[in-house]
Structure formats: structure tokens, C-alpha cells
């Protein structure tokens, strides 16, 4: 019986589509996600936090006309829309953001956007001193 060296088929990034920088083999290097059915992405975690950088607590507002609801509409209202999203089920005030085109915002001017939101939501949630900063997006 013949048999072969089979030299494809391990668990890193499989596709790379929107990096050039060939195949990897043996331990990661970064932490990368992969998108082999869509387009680019930019990947954000912003942490709503109010004037005093306190986190606000996410978990009730993500219902119609609520915080969530206001933020992402506010991130959509410039020339970027919010592609993916996640809120995280903690009161850390997370929500984890994939943005298309990629380079409409950078993270310094998503948070100056965000933080125009003083009273988000009928539960009035405070932005105003909301973090964000780039990396990977969370799934679990």
C-alpha cells in the first residue's frame, strides 16, 4: 500500500487572506482571527466606563433603544459599520467590535465617538469615559 507525507492540514490560521506573510508551522506566533468568508476587519474592545471610569454594567442594556443599541448606532453613523459585535455577559462594561472597512476608525477616534454618549439608553449609561484599544476579538 502506498502512502504519503501529508504536509497541509494543521490548526493554525488556514487562510490568509488578508495577510501576506506565508504559511506558519509549529507554535503560534500571535493570537490572529481568521475570516475566510468575508472581508477585512478591524477588531476593537471598547469598555464603556462613565465620567469617573467606572465600568457600566452592560448586561441589562442590550433590549431595544437601550445603551448597546445606542453605541453601536452611534460607531455606525460615521463612515464605518460594526461588522461583528459582543457584549460581555459581566459587569466589566465590554463589548468586543469587528469594524468594516478597516482604517475607518483607529482606536483613538471609536473612543472619542463613543464618548459623546453622556446618557445612552433609557437607562441613561454614561460613555463619556470609555476605553478602547485594538486586538483580537473574544469569542468565549
Known sequence: ??????????????????????????????????????????????????????????????GTGLAVEQVLETINSGSAGVYIYQVEDSNAGQISLAIYPTGAYTASTLQAKVRTLTAAGSGSIDCSGSDVTTGGFKLA
Open 1 to 62: 500500500m502506498a502512502t504519503f507525507t501529508r504536509t497541509h492540514g494543521n490548526a493554525q490560521e488556514v487562510f490568509h487572506i488578508d495577510t501576506a506573510n506565508g504559511s506558519l508551522s509549529g507554535a503560534l506566533a500571535t493570537s490572529a482571527p481568521v475570516n475566510f468568508t468575508g472581508p477585512k476587519l478591524d477588531f476593537f474592545k471598547l469598555i464603556v466606563q462613565n465620567a469617573s471610569n467606572a465600568n457600566q454594567d452592560l448586561q441589562a442594556q442590550v
